[in-house]
């Protein structure tokens, strides 16, 4: 049995497999439309989620099979003290996989550990996201044709954001990826991860304006402000609006840049630019349904 903590639990030869089985999901739906008959998913949410919650659902559902859960601590017995190792050995009887979001770091690994069937983490507080990662991985493989060669920014909050550690460490597997670390100082990417990447030798350089570095990037991947892990109310209000992705600096990116965003948006990309052919972030929603269907099938060994 396997579970799914962090996207380097798959080496990219899975993940290669696991992409091409999203892609013929994308192109043939109805050949998996009952591949999951009578499989139950559950979705333990410790935190809110609108994306990651509703595309394993659908994707779940898509598949033929069908979903219990809870959508926060308060409405499950969490609230009334009962542990993440207790919860998943009830959860182990009443479904057959489980996704699970949780604002502590690890929480599903403990639960992974005490399971009986596969766990996924759906994101551990500022520590990793490995389904978005797949959703991103598949969105840039699909809509870029590769996964390797290009140069990739990364840009707000880099410090809290799970979405993109997750995804640096599953890019630095592939061939000639560059990093733009394009943050506030307060905000910079954690320092464990630009040591391993100056161990591995793979180039990076952090800085501040976004417009600086426009025009040498492939992908644009932008982030939030991560309100619910700043400990003080002003630092969030000062740091929020930092950056602000509009028509004006989208003038300076290459035509073939592609624009990524985890989602939620709050202000970090103006409206204005989502009916640039560019803007990416809606079409990769739509491949986080696909993603999450090839995972579904890949944990529960199902073959079609
Ligand atoms: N991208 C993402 O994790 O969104 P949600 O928090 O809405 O699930």
């Known amino acids: 049995m396997r579970h799914l903590m962090s996207p380097l639990d798959f080496t990219t030869e899975e993940l290669d497999k696991l992409f091409q089985l999203a892609n013929d999901i994308e192109n043939n739906p109805k050949k998996y439309a009952h591949c999951c008959d009578g499989k139950k998913l559950a979705t333990c949410f410790y935190e809110p989620s609108t994306r990651t919650r509703l595309s394993f659902e659908a994707a779940m559902i898509n598949l033929g099979g069908s979903v219990i859960g809870f959508s926060s601590a308060a409405s499950s017995s969490a609230s009334k003290g009962e542990s993440v190792s207790d919860t998943i050995r009830m959860i182990s009887c009443y479904a057959d996989i489980c996704a699970m979001r949780h604002p502590k770091e690890g929480a599903p690994m403990v639960a992974a550990t005490k399971s009986s069937i596969p766990v996924v983490n759906a994101g551990d507080g500022g520590h990793q996201h490995p389904t978005q990662t797949l959703t991103d991985l598949l969105t840039i493989r699909s809509l ?12 707000g ?34 320092e464990y991860i630009t040591e391993q990447l100056k161990e591995l030798n793979i180039p990076y350089e952090e800085v501040i304006r976004l417009e600086e570095v426009m025009p040498k990037l492939d992908l644009l991947y932008m982030t939030r402000v991560q309100q619910e892990r700043f400990f003080n109310e002003e630092d969030y ?15 300076l990116a290459k035509d073939d840049m592609l624009v990524l965003h985890p989602l939620p ?40």
């Open 144 to 155: 870029k044709g590769r996964l390797n060669n290009f140069t990739i920014g990364l840009c």
């Open 157 to 190: 909050d880099l410090k809290f954001g799970r979405t993109v550690h997750s995804l640096i460490s599953a890019l630095i597997r592939y061939e000639n990826i560059s990093f733009v670390f394009i943050s506030p100082e307060e905000l910079r990417i954690p």
């Open 265 to 304: 948006r709050v202000n970090e990309i103006s409206v204005e630019v989502d009916d640039d052919p560019r803007a990416a972030y809606f079409r990769q929603v739509q491949y986080g349904v696909y993603a999450r269907m090839a995972l579904i099938l890949t944990l529960l060994e199902i073959e079609v």
């Open 237 to 251: 209000i000062r740091l929020k609006d930092f950056y602000i992705l509009d028509k004006a600096k989208m003038s």
